[in-house]
Structures are given as C-alpha cells and as structure tokens.
C-alpha cells in the first residue's frame, strides 16, 4: 500500500480521485459505518513500511485532506466509549458483535492529537478516564492528527482503526497484535483485507 500512500502525499492533486466518502453511511447490509472520509492506505494484514511480514498492520490507515484537527472521526457502531487516563489520542468502544452474537468486540481510534501530543483532538464530552459511556452510531469521538507516540517518529495526518477481540477477562485485547484483531471487511461492507488487494478508491462491494 506504499504506492497510493506516497502518492497521497506528493501528488495532492490526485486526492479527489482516491478518496472514499461515505458521509455516515454504511454500505448495503454492512452493520459499520467508516469512521472517517479520505484514502483507504494502509489495510489490514498490510506488510507495508513501516510494517513487514513478521509485523503486519492491524487496521485500516484512513488519510484525512485537511489540517490536522479539521477532519472528523466518528464511532463505527452503537456501544460503550473508554478513555484511559494516559490516552492523548484515542478511545476504544465495546460492542455486541453484530456479525457473532454472543461475542464482545471493540473498536479502536488513535492519532487524534497534535504530532507533538501537546493538543488532543478528541471531543471533550470523552475526557480522560471515561469509562464505558454509551455512544450511538455516528457519534463524533473527534479530529483525525498525528500524534504517533512520544519518541516515535512523525507520521501524516489519519486515523487508524481497528476491530480488537476480547480477552478471558472481558477487556480488549493488545491492538498492537495482529492476531487480537479481526478483518473489518465484513464489518464495512469493503475489500479492506490486503490478501484482496484492493484498488482506490476502495468502495462498498457488498452484493457484487
């Protein structure tokens, strides 16, 4: 996925044509929304840099056209919102899987601060330390940034996103972990698996 990344950011120009925009609405029969308009880059199972095959990514990169701040990010699906006391940039959210009842999935926002982590872009109805707060679909979280971590090296403006399993005591499992996450291709309606390799802009494939 380097390519359209690269591209992403050197060819501005060609942003209207890669772009997916789903303005809150879910494909057809897909339970999810996207959380966030822009380039679909980098996708789930991705050994692209910075990641490799040992190291696959374990969500989706979605690359906002703005200024950090500017470019919204909202929940995929109805559920319950936590913020960790520590947490500058992202928030997590408990749901019932739509797709397997009976079985307790999460999604998960992160880079919604300022590249030096000084300004958090999450909304201020989710401050640190929230725990379990009920949030409906398409509920505001916050802004997409680029705020990676501190010490790590500085990264574009997006968001990433991912689908987390549930340990044995009922929590979310380490993101970071491609194994503690799922596909979100059927979740979204859209081919966001690298295996299928994709064009973009990635759109709705659901009843092709």
Same mark, same amino acid.
Do not use: K
């Given at each position: ?34 959380? +966030? ?21 374990? $969500? ?9 701040? %500017? ?10 919102? +936590? ?18 009842? $009976? ?6 926002? %992160?880079?919604?601060? +300022?590249?030096? $982590? ?47 399993? +549930? ?11 491609? $194994? ?29």
């Amino acid at each position: 996925s380097n390519d359209p990344i690269t591209r992403w950011f050197t060819d501005p120009a060609s942003r209207p044509s890669m772009t997916t925009i789903m303005n809150r609405v879910g494909c057809p029969e897909a339970p999810f929304i996207l959380p +966030s308009d822009g380039l679909i880059g980098l996708l789930w199972n991705d050994p692209a840099a910075p990641y490799t095959l040992l190291n696959t990514h374990t $969500g989706i990169d979605v690359f906002g056209d703005g200024e950090p701040g %500017t470019v919204p990010v909202y929940a995929a699906y109805p559920g319950w919102l +936590s913020r960790l006391p520590d947490w500058r940039s992202s928030v997590i959210i408990r749901h019932a899987d739509p797709l397997q009842p $009976g079985r307790t999935i999460w999604t998960y926002y %992160t880079h919604m601060a +300022s590249q030096d $982590g000084s300004q958090s872009y999450i909304d201020e109805a989710f401050p640190p330390g929230t725990v379990e707060q009920p949030v409906e679909q398409g509920v505001l979280l916050g802004y997409q940034g680029e705020f990676a971590g501190t010490g790590r090296p500085p990264i574009g403006l997006h968001l990433h996103f991912s689908i987390v399993l +549930s340990d044995d005591a009922g929590s979310f499992r380490n993101e970071a972990v491609i $194994g503690n996450t799922v596909d979100p291709s059927p979740y979204l309606g859209m081919r966001l698996n690298i295996t299928d390799a994709p064009r973009r802009p990635i759109t709705c494939t659901i009843g092709e």
